[in-house]
Nanobody, 124 residues
Framework: QVQLVESGGGLVQAGGSLRLSCTAS????????IGWFRRAPGKEREVVAV????????YYRDSVKGRFTVSRDNAKNTVYLQMNRLKPEDTAVYYC?????????????????WGQGTQVTVSS
């Protein structure tokens, strides 16, 4: 059974930092792309960052470029999302997802497995 478990969310003031973790089990982690998505209240789910199997050339949505960094440790079956200089508009539930793709998929429809999400709240 595949499981993705997110952790690291919380409440932080604007300008602060958080590091999210996504730990996977039940799949060949090193052959999966991992995406971070978020859904803010009243908004559509959107992709935040994606890292492919070898960690090269990650994707970031424009609004987080220069502030967020995605990385992976295949030995620990874990992907991280380091979020710096957080803004109130980053407030959302953050999800990680896994796709057995050698590329860097940015569409949620391409992902096979999803975590339960972790809440990130940024106060102004």
């Amino acid at each position: 059974q595949v499981q993705l478990v997110e952790s690291g969310g919380g409440l932080v003031q604007a300008g602060g930092s958080l590091r999210l973790s996504c730990t996977a089990s039940g799949l060949t982690f090193s052959s999966h792309a991992i995406g971070w998505f978020r859904r803010a209240p009243g908004k559509e789910r959107e992709v935040v960052a994606v890292i492919n199997w070898n960690g090269r050339s990650p994707y970031y949505r424009d609004s987080v470029k220069g502030r967020f960094t995605v990385s992976r440790d295949n030995a620990k079956n874990t992907v991280y999302l380091q979020m710096n200089r957080l803004k109130p508009e980053d407030t959302a539930v953050y999800y990680c997802a896994a796709d057995s793709d050698w590329g860097t998929p940015v569409s949620a429809n391409e992902y096979d497995y999803w975590g339960q999400g972790t809440q990130v709240t940024v106060s102004s």
